[in-house]
């Protein structure tokens, strides 16, 4: 008896299990018994009979579960005679192909979560490693269109922009494609889901200061502010009543000789995702001392000067200060300090004289004859006059109805 044996190629299916259709042809024999075991990799071997192929070949289908890794698998085929007399063995060999497998990661997971940055873009990276392939296509659900190309440790960025609610996107591998054939079921996923950039902040500060500011007219006031409003962002500034405007995500605006009143300073800033803050500083503005008045000089329409509880000065705002020109003669409406019959300091509505200078505290100075001193609540000096240098002492140094600290 001869026979002749072949195997066509066979791919396993995602269980595992392949199929291939054997050929085999004898003379003079009405039967055979086949079996194959794995020569590389693992399967589960198989063993039965085949039928008579006196009249030329014939074909069966086999069936090799339990496929792990590519390998290939010997078939032998001994033959029998009507009378159970055995032939040679005829071996032939048959190649097992498992179909391709996959794992698809987003942001190193399955399922994960991305926030968003301030301008509402977020970026995932992906990485897909597979077996057996050479190539394939996967896409991604949410507006992300169908990718291909070479599959084997594919890699990159999958970039969304616009995120400015929760959304979720699902991306899986629509086919793999390898020795084995293509596979375009049961395949690796993976799912991100992408987060709106969070509430957006933003720091105000007038003149430095993140609390309530107390000016004295005319007062200069400096808006300055940051935000996590993005590169995307803008933030609208305004002082009602004074000014207004846009600008970027931070920046500083300063606004000039602002007259009396109590002005709340805001700015708002929104991002790309619209998402806004908002911060306010209220700002007050005045021609009054802020302190409790200790010591005022006044005429018969008010305080001509003041000195209050912190030791700051203040003149009316029609008053100019003349340092070192003596007042002139018959100025009405003038309160006088003199020493040995010197006018030494000339108060009215419209000018103020000192034979010295307004000069800033300094340490030891003590009331004492030819000096006046004046005290707050608490006893303590805020101001001197000093009859011989004609200087004015300050706690606080403030003149011409401005704080000067300020």
Avoid at 169 to 190: E, F, K, P, Y
Avoid at 362 to 390: M, W
Wanted: net charge neutral; with cysteine.
């Amino acid at each position: 008896m001869s026979c002749s044996i072949s195997f066509s190629p066979a791919t396993a299916d995602t269980s595992g299990t392949a199929t291939s259709t054997v050929m085999w042809s004898c003379t003079n024999a009405s039967n055979g018994w086949y079996s194959c075991s794995a020569t590389t990799g693992t399967f589960t071997p198989i063993s039965g009979w085949l039928y008579s192929a006196v009249t030329g070949p014939e074909s069966r289908l086999l069936t090799f579960p339990g496929i792990s890794g590519a390998g290939s698998a010997t078939c032998t085929v001994t033959p029998y005679n009507e009378d159970g007399g055995a032939g040679s063995n005829y071996s032939a060999t048959v190649t097992l192909t498992p179909l391709p497998t996959c794992i698809l990661t987003l942001n190193g997971s399955t399922g994960t979560t991305v926030t968003a940055d301030a301008n509402g873009n977020a970026s995932v990276p992906f990485n897909l490693t597979s077996n057996y392939a050479t190539n394939g296509t996967y896409s991604c659900t949410g507006g992300i269109s169908p990718l291909t190309g070479a599959i084997g440790g594919l890699s990159g960025t999958l970039s969304f922009s616009g995120v400015t609610s929760q959304q979720t996107h699902s991306c899986i591998i629509t086919s793999l494609t390898g020795a084995g054939g293509t596979s375009t079921t049961n395949l690796c996923s993976a799912t991100v889901r992408l987060d709106p950039p969070p509430p957006p902040t933003v720091d105000l500060r007038v003149n430095g200061l993140d609390t309530s500011v107390n000016l004295m007219a005319p007062a200069d006031i400096t808006l300055s502010w940051t935000s996590t409003v993005g590169s995307d962002g803008y933030c609208d500034y305004s002082i009602p009543g004074v000014g207004s405007g846009q600008v970027g995500p931070s920046g500083t605006r300063t606004f000039l000789n602002v007259g009396f009143g109590t002005y709340a300073a805001e700015v708002v800033c929104s991002n790309a995702a619209g998402g806004s803050a908002r911060d306010v500083v209220a700002v007050n503005v005045t021609t009054v001392p802020t302190g409790t008045p200790v010591w005022q000089i006044r005429d018969s329409l008010g305080p001509i000067f003041s000195i209050d509880s912190l030791g700051n000065a203040y003149l009316v705002p029609t008053s100019q200060v003349n340092e070192r020109t003596p007042p002139l003669a018959g100025l009405t409406g003038a309160f006088l300090l003199k020493r040995g019959g010197e006018r030494v300091f000339a108060f009215s509505r419209n000018v103020t004289y000192l034979k010295g200078s307004v000069r800033p505290w300094q340490t030891g100075l003590t009331a004492e004859p030819g000096k006046l001193a004046i005290k707050n609540g608490s006893r303590q000096i805020v101001a001197l006059f000093d009859g011989a240098s004609g200087d004015l002492y300050l706690a606080r140094d403030a003149v011409g109805g401005r704080r000067r600290d300020q």
